[in-house]
């Protein structure tokens, strides 16, 4: 199985490349705030995702935590994705959205109508939301946390 999950993140990582939100570096906007890493936050890894970073468990969830200074190319699926992610949903069609969890973190969200995004990147996060629905742990995985981002948007009206 480890063989099975290290082929299909080698692949969603093929299809980000080097892909990001903004066709320039979105870290000059926020001092690289994303990239902030600290002993008490992370980034969520996917279903069976291995990484070079530290990885710990917090309330059942496995995170990759940095000290803000990672080799870019060893990014887990979730900094490579972020501030958007893979919504499904409630009919099981991929979108991209914004991923609110990340609001105070990312200016991005927080001004989502006033950017402009790279459209480029967004069909390959939706893109690579498509890879990982085909697998089941993955697609448990995405619907899951759609229906997280969910709640907090309703929280949130």
């Known amino acids: 199985?480890?063989?099975?999950?290290?082929?299909?993140?080698?692949?969603?990582?093929?299809?980000?490349?080097d892909k990001t939100p903004l066709k320039k570096d979105c870290g000059i906007i926020c001092d690289g705030a994303c990239c902030e890493g600290d002993s008490d936050t992370g980034m969520l890894l996917f279903p069976?995702?291995?990484?070079?970073?530290?990885?710990k468990e917090k309330d059942g969830v496995r995170l990759a935590v940095c000290d803000?200074?990672?080799?870019?190319?060893?990014?887990?699926?979730?900094?490579r994705i972020f501030p958007f992610f893979p919504y499904v949903t409630p009919e099981g069609k991929i979108r991209v959205i914004p991923d609110i969890r990340g609001?105070?973190?990312?200016?991005?969200?927080s001004h989502f109508d006033d950017v402009k995004f790279?459209?480029?990147?967004l069909w390959r996060?939706?893109?690579v939301g498509s890879l990982l629905y085909a697998d089941d742990a993955c697609r448990e995985f995405l619907i899951e946390t759609s229906r997280?981002?969910?709640s907090i948007i309703s929280l949130m009206e």
């Open 1 to 17: 199985m480890k063989d099975k999950y290290k082929k299909l993140y080698k692949e969603a990582n093929r299809i980000i490349g």
């Open 48 to 55: 069976f995702e291995e990484s070079t970073l530290t990885v």
């Open 68 to 79: 803000g200074r990672c080799k870019r190319y060893e990014r887990p699926l979730s900094c």
């Open 103 to 109: 609001v105070n973190v990312c200016p991005l969200i």
């Open 118 to 121: 790279d459209r480029g990147f």
């Open 125 to 127: 996060v939706k893109k």
């Open 148 to 150: 997280e981002i969910d």
